[in-house]
């Protein structure tokens, strides 16, 4: 199914990411910004505020991919499903969302099995180790059941490690599908998360923290302002809103719009989430599904399918495919502590491990990504 066209708040949000080849960055770095980082931007006086340029030389690219990420169109699947003597809950689909969702459908899949009547203390097996299996682990484990993970890779092997993981379901749903129903659900989720997150945010093993995000564009509407349906009932959710003008801001660029969001570490993150199911008695199987036999095969009678992608081989969805974003990981930088994306969903944000930039979605041709990515640091400060 054609993806639908970018709003300004996923192309601001689609901060989670996939591969662009180093030739990307090479010709990147000849942008005519102030080398040392001053000044304001071009045609404008001085700027109100200064930002750490991003230093671009192409030695600092440390590693590339392109990261497939599990989508469908109508949103996640949440849902439950008797298979003989098996109840088997579905959790997957979250397409560029699972970190953003992850505690709420979590939530959601214990809900399910309360309301199937399991008893308390019951075998519980979660398949699938990323971000959306360790969550859902562990509300089982806070809800009482005892819980087994069962998945081919554990963290740091996972996809959700590749994650870029800034708080917003991102392709989560094609907007010309957003029914009211599933809108509730996906708000629901979303808060879930967010309290969740926020209860986690002053333990510096998760590696969550709050940042301020720029998107920049030379146009300002009514309705780029108002944004998407996602972002209009998670507005509160993204403290400090503020529009820059021309000349009041570092960017070479009309407007800067900012605002604070939360960004989620995945290697510290998924790690800490591991060694917490862990300590509150939960086990962990390496094993992998090659087909549904399989996972209806383990010993515990009420199974969650958090495998994402890999949901593929064991059921039929006609809906679930790839959605794959391509990401280039520079050096880390410790003075850059801000993100920054344009409309094109060309996007930069800094973690511990580096500066991630690229374009948040779609395996594109070189040429066409190299373009993307001129523009994104034509307006951005750099060196390099």
């Known amino acids: 199914m054609p993806r639908p066209t970018l709003t300004r708040r996923e192309a601001l949000l689609r901060l989670a990411g996939g591969a662009a080849a180093p030739s990307l960055l090479l010709a990147a770095c000849d942008v005519g910004w102030p080398r040392d980082g001053g000044g304001g931007p071009a045609g404008g006086g001085d700027a109100a505020f200064t930002l750490a340029p991003i230093n671009l030389d192409p030695?600092?690219?440390?590693?590339?991919?392109?990261?497939?990420?599990?989508?469908?169109?109508?949103?996640?699947?949440?849902?439950?499903?008797?298979?003989?003597?098996?109840?088997?809950?579905?959790?997957?689909?979250?397409?560029?969302?699972?970190?953003?969702?992850?505690?709420?459908?979590?939530?959601?899949?214990?809900?399910?099995?309360?309301?199937?009547?399991?008893?308390?203390?019951?075998?519980?097996?979660?398949?699938?180790?990323?971000?959306?299996?360790?969550?859902?682990?562990?509300?089982?484990?806070?809800?009482?059941?005892s819980v087994t993970i069962h998945a081919r890779a554990l963290p740091p092997d996972t996809t959700s490690n590749l994650a870029g993981a800034s708080f917003f379901p991102s392709t989560a749903v094609d907007p010309s599908l957003l029914t009211p129903a599933f809108a509730e659900r996906l708000e629901t989720a979303c808060r879930t998360s967010h309290a969740r997150f926020l209860d986690l945010l002053p333990d510096p093993r998760y590696g969550i923290s709050w940042k301020p995000q720029y998107f920049v564009t030379d146009e300002w509407t009514p309705e780029i302002e108002a944004g998407d349906a996602i972002y209009g009932m998670l507005r509160d959710l993204y403290p400090n809103q503020e529009l820059f003008r021309e000349g009041?801001?570092?960017?070479?660029?009309?407007?800067?719009?900012?605002?604070?969001?939360?960004?989620?570490?995945?290697?510290?993150?998924?790690?800490?989430?591991?060694?917490?199911?862990?300590?509150?008695?939960?086990?962990?199987?390496?094993?992998?599904?090659?087909?549904?036999?399989?996972?209806?095969?383990?010993?515990?009678?009420?199974?969650?399918?958090?495998?994402?992608?890999?949901?593929?081989?064991?059921?039929?969805?006609?809906?679930?495919t790839s959605n794959p974003s391509q990401t280039v990981i520079l050096a880390p930088q410790p003075d850059v502590d801000y993100a920054v994306a344009d409309i094109d969903g060309v996007y930069m944000f800094p973690r511990s491990d580096g500066i991630m930039l690229g374009r948040g979605e779609g395996v594109v041709d070189t040429m066409e990504l190299l373009e993307a990515q001129r523009r994104l640091v034509a307006r951005t400060p750099v060196t390099g």
């Open 248 to 320: 009041t801001h570092p960017f070479q660029t009309r407007f800067a719009w900012r605002e604070d969001n939360i960004f989620i570490e995945p290697t510290p993150y998924l790690t800490r989430l591991v060694a917490d199911f862990r300590e509150r008695g939960g086990n962990t199987v390496v094993r992998d599904f090659e087909s549904l036999e399989d996972l209806l095969g383990l010993d515990e009678r009420w199974i969650v399918n958090c495998t994402g992608l890999g949901a593929s081989a064991l059921v039929t969805d006609p809906e679930l």
């Open 59 to 145: 030695d600092r690219i440390t590693r590339t991919y392109v990261c497939a990420r599990p989508y469908r169109p109508s949103g996640f699947r949440v849902e439950a499903e008797r298979m003989g003597e098996t109840l088997l809950v579905h959790n997957y689909g979250h397409g560029g969302g699972g970190f953003t969702l992850s505690w709420g459908t979590a939530a959601m899949v214990a809900d399910i099995l309360r309301d199937a009547a399991v008893p308390a203390g019951a075998a519980v097996a979660v398949a699938g180790c990323g971000v959306v299996g360790l969550t859902t682990a562990l509300v089982l484990l806070e809800r009482g059941f």
